[in-house]
């Protein structure tokens, strides 16, 4: 059963506008970790924004945001004033109580000037 | 070492030979994954290592797969009788041990295979 899904190939945003990217995630574990990771073009993997299940609030990272709702299990990414420099693939994973990280498919962001 | 180092990253080889990829993860991280990841696709977990030993390796597609970390350190993955369908590019991941916590995943810039 696939752990991790976005649902969104490809996104386009104004350059300066805000986006959301969806994750929704599948476990039965009780303590699991959320991640969010960028991939530009280069094809590095940059970490940007962590929430564990027991956290109560929303991660925040600058202008990086996870709006977290345990009970859907969604962990969706926020970008607000986003850059041309955003335009990468966003990969949602997820960390299971076995230390184990699943990554979803990802989803193409262009932001556009 | 200040990040996760991998070599080479770049391979081209043919059909049918050996390869081997090595991963020189951030000194003091105990764990240590391989990835496989096609164009356009997420990473596919191959095999996780808590220390020397494999945690979890049901991810290696076939036989043909093997990884080590004999020392709890550098690992090598090890592909034999390579096939096309072998190409990707293969990230390693290390990490601090804990399951609680931002245990962050930080990854190598990647080796590209390329069976010809």
């Known amino acids: 059963a696939q752990k991790i899904t976005q649902t969104q190939p490809g996104m386009f945003v104004q350059e300066k506008e805000a986006v959301t990217l969806d994750c929704t995630y599948d476990t039965s574990d009780q303590s699991y970790g959320l991640f969010w990771y960028k991939q530009p073009s280069s094809g590095e993997m940059i970490f940007l924004i962590y929430?564990?299940?027991?956290?109560?609030q929303n991660a925040t990272e600058g202008r990086y945001s996870l709006n977290f709702q345990k009970a859907r299990k969604s962990a969706n990414l926020v970008i607000s004033a986003s850059q041309l420099g955003d335009s990468a693939m966003y990969f949602c994973a997820m960390r299971d109580a076995g230390n184990q990280f699943y990554f979803g498919t990802g989803t193409s962001l262009t932001v556009i000037p | 070492g200040a990040g996760v180092s991998q070599t080479p990253s770049n391979k081209v080889t043919e059909k049918g030979k050996y390869v081997e990829l090595r991963c020189d993860p951030i000194?003091?991280?105990?764990?240590l994954y391989w990835y496989r990841q096609s164009l356009g696709q997420g990473p596919e977990f191959l095999i996780y290592?808590?220390?020397?030993?494999?945690?979890?390796d049901s991810g290696l597609p076939n036989d043909r797969f093997f990884a080590v970390r004999p020392e709890g350190s550098v690992s090598t993955l090890k592909i034999q009788r390579t096939e096309r369908g072998d190409s990707a590019v293969y990230l390693c991941?290390?990490?601090?041990?804990?399951?609680?916590?931002?245990?962050?995943?930080?990854f190598g810039a990647g080796s590209r295979l390329t069976v010809l």
């Open positions: 000194s003091g991280h105990t764990a």
């Open positions: 290592f808590q220390g020397t030993g494999a945690a979890d």
């Open positions: 991941a290390s990490s601090l041990y804990g399951g609680f916590g931002a245990n962050v995943l930080t």
């Open positions: 929430q564990g299940s027991y956290d109560e």
